[in-house]
């Protein structure tokens, strides 16, 4: 197995394997870094809590629910759109080790356990989604290196300055077009892509560090919420293009799901802060020379 990652106009080249090995166990990094950016995740929404007065009891709960729901929302999303393959192989549905989480599934799945809970709880929605949606950012931060050790999850032919070469015998998702670029080094061919993993990561902390900075001037909850969703959404949207592994809706024929996804829920993010936003200024008094008070 050829482990070798190289950033050829950086100057780096790098040996990460997939998987390590304790007490017999093999363990990949994949499933490793999924974990460490769930960890570090919870613990910015518990910090988050705490700062806001909210009880961290409740996040603590809400956790232990929510990696389930994420982690079953996020192969599911995958494998529906990938169902070629899994009707064929229906046992692979389970194989976790070899990648196939869907962000957006997982996502989806965080937010419909949010809504039963803070239901059954009697809390607040928004205000818990604001909050949560921090440490989310956080995680997939951290996550998107699991893409990296995998291999997975990259973009199309780039000689730009960010390139990566991965060895063509490891890499997954090869297109035609990276064939034609195929570049050989010391006998074995490495395929040159976008890391898009990393474009991804990049996008996620300038957002977070945007949300830091606006959050102490948020207007109602839910706010924060709508802004990743929005942040985000641009990112992926843009991001996505450049997947040579994109999951396709067929029946629209073959447009990328996340795109469709990202561009349906910028939307309903836009129109949310549109609403919220008039419904506040009607609340507002206004003085008698026109300025809100």
Not at 52 to 61: A, C, H, L, P, R
Request: proline residues 2%.
């Amino acid at each position: 197995m050829n482990t070798t990652i190289r950033f050829p106009h950086l100057g780096l080249t790098l040996n990460p394997g997939k998987s390590f090995t304790v007490f017999g166990i093999e363990i990949a990094y994949y499933g490793v870094i999924i974990a460490l950016g769930m960890l570090a995740g919870a613990l910015v929404a518990y910090r988050e809590a705490k700062k806001t007065g909210q009880k961290v009891d409740d996040y603590i709960d809400f956790t232990l629910y929510t990696l389930i729901a994420a982690i079953i929302g996020a192969r599911i999303y995958y494998v529906i759109f990938e169902w070629d393959y899994y009707s064929a192989h229906p046992l692979e549905i389970f194989n976790l080790r070899a990648g196939g989480l869907a962000i957006y599934g997982g996502v989806l799945a965080s937010a419909l356990t949010l809504f039963i809970f803070t239901k059954v709880k009697k809390l607040k929605f928004w205000l818990m989604a604001d909050t949560a949606v921090q440490g989310l950012i956080i995680g997939q931060i951290i996550g998107r290196w699991g893409n990296f050790f995998n291999r997975e999850a990259f973009g199309g032919y780039t000689d730009s300055l960010f390139a990566m070469q991965l060895p063509v015998s490891e890499a997954k998702g090869i297109t035609q077009e990276l064939i034609e670029h195929l570049v050989t080094i010391d006998g074995v061919s490495y395929v040159q892509v976008h890391p898009t993993f990393l474009y991804e990561g990049t996008w996620n902390l300038l957002l977070f560090i945007g949300i830091c900075l606006y959050k102490r001037h948020k207007k109602f909850d839910g706010e924060i919420f709508a802004i990743y969703l929005m942040g985000y959404g641009v990112g992926r949207f843009i991001i996505e293009g450049l997947r040579t592994d994109q999951l396709v809706i067929k029946a629209l024929g073959g447009i990328a799901a996340s795109q469709v996804l990202s561009i349906i829920l910028i939307v309903l993010a836009v129109a949310f802060v549109i609403y919220n936003r008039v419904q506040l200024k009607k609340r507002t008094p206004v003085t008698k020379d026109g300025n809100e008070q």
